[in-house]
């Protein structure tokens, strides 16, 4: 059957959360919601035995409020508001002569790396925090504001396909007011144990829906999941505040594939937007070196720790190194983001909303204050 015991040894291995997770849930003074990162609904269902580039973002929803979360939101939604802010960095550098090429911030175990490994280069990475973490920025301000809840009773749990995404939720430079922006994660498997302890049958779960104010996404933010996606979300946004055209063609295929490192090159307007990407540490390095020593000329890099991208993260589901599960993976993810109607960041209504309403202009002041950071030089290790 789907149920099991606990493993108590879990514990041990990935410093599991579960147990404090289900006791926020049924701690009635809490308000206990929770995001799930994009890469999870293309393989979560293989802990269920549903075949590889399973989509099951609707299943997902359902299984969330059916564990009894107070409501079930898309670290997509983050995705995209992470996509405003870092094409609005992107635009500023380009603009304002600042310092190219930009390199995106959202996986941590890369940006842990680059602290340590190139702290003369610091000024290059974003300084947007990561969707996970600019979730938990929003969750406990804006979030809190419109819903009448002190945000000390808030818990803000992830469920992620990383496991140094545990890490980056406790460091102190992300946390805003003395909280923590988001209080507890998941990986993909921790949360696949936490279903089968509620002796859920996630592979017959009926489709459901995420929550409204923190849940739309756009087919831009389902891209985050794999290598390659999120410099492609962002190049569809700057391309048309740049240019004030239509993008009709939002696939920039010239970015996707599985090699470890590529190079793309998206024209706007006048401008050659000339694109490196990286996925796993030892290619992120060799692409560094290169630009390090003048050879490579990029404006825009993505780099991603994992091979694939989040797709093939330290949390999901075991693969053993089989490309063929991160490439069915990969598939999944791109058909996802051709079900959505919405396929740009900036198109995303409820993201448009909470800049209306609370934070202001894109990269202004009050989004400074909340959804970026800085980075510190650190030891060679
Ligand atoms: Fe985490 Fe790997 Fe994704 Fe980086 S690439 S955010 S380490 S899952």
Redesign the pocket.
């Known amino acids: 059957g789907q149920c099991v015991a606990v493993c108590p040894t879990a514990a041990l291995t990935e410093n599991n959360d579960i147990h404090k997770v289900w006791r926020e849930i049924n701690n009635p003074n809490k308000h206990v919601i929770v995001q799930v990162?994009p890469?999870i609904r293309v393989a979560v269902g293989e802990l269920f035995d549903m075949p590889p580039g399973s989509i099951s973002t609707g299943k997902l929803a359902t299984s969330l409020k059916r564990l009894g979360f107070d409501a079930v939101y898309d670290t997509d939604f983050a995705a995209d508001l992470t996509i405003l802010e870092e094409a609005s960095e992107l635009v500023h550098r380009i603009q304002h002569g600042g310092t190219l090429p930009i390199l995106t911030s959202?996986?941590?175990?890369?940006v842990q790396f680059f602290e340590h490994q190139y702290p003369d280069m610091l000024d290059i990475p974003s300084t947007c925090k990561?969707p996970q973490i600019m979730f938990g920025a929003i969750a406990k301000t804006y979030y809190a504001e419109k819903k009448g809840i002190d945000p000390k009773d808030i818990v803000v749990v992830s469920v992620?396909?990383?496991?140094?995404?545990k890490a980056?939720a406790k460091r102190t430079e992300l946390s805003h007011h003395e909280l923590q922006n988001v209080d507890y994660v998941l990986t993909t498997r921790e949360y696949g144990l936490m279903l089968k302890e509620a002796c859920i049958d996630f592979a017959n779960l009926p489709e459901g829906d995420f929550d409204h104010m923190l849940g739309e996404s756009t087919g831009a933010s389902v891209i985050f999941?794999t290598?390659g996606g999120v410099i492609e979300a962002a190049a569809r946004t700057a391309y048309e505040w740049l240019t004030g055209e239509t993008l009709e063609q939002v696939e920039l295929t010239q970015l996707r594939g599985l090699d470890g490192i590529r190079s793309g090159k998206v024209q706007i307007g006048d401008l050659e937007l000339n694109i490196g990407i990286a996925?796993g540490l030892g290619n992120a390095r060799k692409l560094l070196d290169c630009i390090k020593a003048g050879e490579c000329n990029f404006q825009a890099i993505e780099i991603?720790?994992?091979p694939?991208?989040?797709?093939?993260?330290?949390?999901?589901p075991y693969h053993h190194g089989d490309m063929e599960i991160i490439r069915q993976r990969q598939i999944a993810i791109y058909q996802e983001d051709r079900n959505k109607t919405k396929r740009k960041s900036h198109e995303n209504q409820e993201v448009l909303d909470l800049y209306d309403k609370y934070l202001g202009k894109p990269y202004g002041e009050k989004a400074h204050e909340l959804l970026h950071t800085h980075y510190v030089p650190k030891e060679k290790i």
Do not use: D, R
């Open positions: 990162a890469a959202c996986c941590p175990a890369w990561s992620m396909p990383c496991i140094a995404k980056e999941g290598t996925h991603m720790a994992c694939g991208g989040c797709i093939g993260g330290g949390g999901q």
